[in-house]
């Protein structure tokens, strides 16, 4: 063998051996933010065991798993699945209709288009819902008024949580006359990002639960709940531990958005929250995190292997 092609092989060796070191690096650095945290959670999850009805599920925008969102049939069938409560989003329309929609337009979720409040409630009602969980399972199907979702929450003895919508802080007077005579008026629950129009409606009925809706919480939604007398904390599924123990050690109440496995809910109540909204809790176990995280570990030997 000459000197030169030797020179070549021991430098392709050098170069391999750096692509190794690099490679298990980066395995280092995947198991810590990946592995760790997943194992932890497992542990945790397996720790912790739900009593039965100690977790309040609220459907998100009704059961929209089963059915399109924010309609009746959602309401309906969050009612016959044993929810403890059914999520809604209302605003007002042109003609002051308090009406069932999450988006400021019909655009999304129905054949018509146009503001919420620029439209007649008699012209939404013109439009049909086309889009959503087996949308095609239900033709026909028109915007609900907030009024007829509270009916369906009262037949199936479902808490009404109603988030307000795209609303002027001055609206919230419609809005508490509009459910003034509903039958589980006492048990509305009121949610908003909106400060002035949450504060405003804990004003008008000081007897209903009322929370800020937060994506992360920090100190200053937990200084102006407790300042304006909200009762909690609705917030992202993602918001820090730290950040939940601080507003549950503050006396606000807690709920997360949106916890759609019960590895989430689990991981949630052990840290004392008691309500949350879900499309559809899917069963989880710590069995399937470690096979998660085998799988993960799998993936860095292959690649460690293929720098070879």
Not at 119 to 148: R, W
Not at 254 to 269: E, I, K, L, R
Request: with cysteine.
């Amino acid at each position: 063998m000459n000197r030169k092609m030797y020179s070549g092989i021991k430098g392709k060796r050098k170069f391999t051996a750096a692509k190794r070191i690099a490679a298990a690096a980066a395995a280092l650095i995947m198991t810590a933010v990946f592995a760790v945290p997943a194992f932890a959670k497992a542990y945790l999850y397996s720790s912790v065991i739900i009593p039965d009805g100690s977790m309040r599920a609220v459907a998100h925008r009704g059961y929209s798993a089963e059915a399109p969102e924010n309609t009746l049939p959602s309401f309906e069938l969050a009612g016959q699945n044993g929810f403890y409560g059914a999520e809604c989003d209302t605003q007002r329309t042109a003609d002051g209709v308090w009406v069932i929609m999450h988006d400021e337009t019909v655009d999304r979720t129905t054949d018509g288009t146009g503001y919420i409040r620029e439209l007649t409630y008699e012209q939404i009602l013109g439009f049909n819902i086309d889009a959503g969980s087996n949308a095609e399972n239900y033709p026909g199907l028109k915007v609900p008024a907030l009024t007829e979702y509270l009916e369906v929450c009262a037949k199936y003895d479902l808490v009404p949580v109603i988030e307000i919508k795209s609303t002027p802080a001055e609206l919230m007077e419609s809005l508490a006359e509009c459910v003034s005579t509903a039958e589980k008026r006492d048990d509305i629950v009121f949610i908003g990002f909106d400060r002035d129009c949450v504060a405003r409606i804990k004003e008008l009925m000081p007897g209903n639960t009322a929370y800020l809706l937060v994506s992360k919480a920090a100190q200053e939604d937990i200084d102006f709940c407790l300042e304006n007398n909200i009762d909690g904390l609705d917030f992202s599924k993602s918001t820090k531990s730290a950040a939940v123990r601080k507003a549950i050690d503050a006396g606000l109440k807690t709920m997360v958005w949106t916890v759609d496995s019960a590895f989430s809910a689990s991981y949630f109540y052990a840290l004392g929250v008691r309500n949350i909204t879900t499309n559809k809790l899917i069963p989880e176990t710590p069995q399937g995190s470690a096979l998660f995280i085998m799988r993960l570990l799998w993936q860095i030997r292959d690649l460690i292997y293929s720098a070879e």
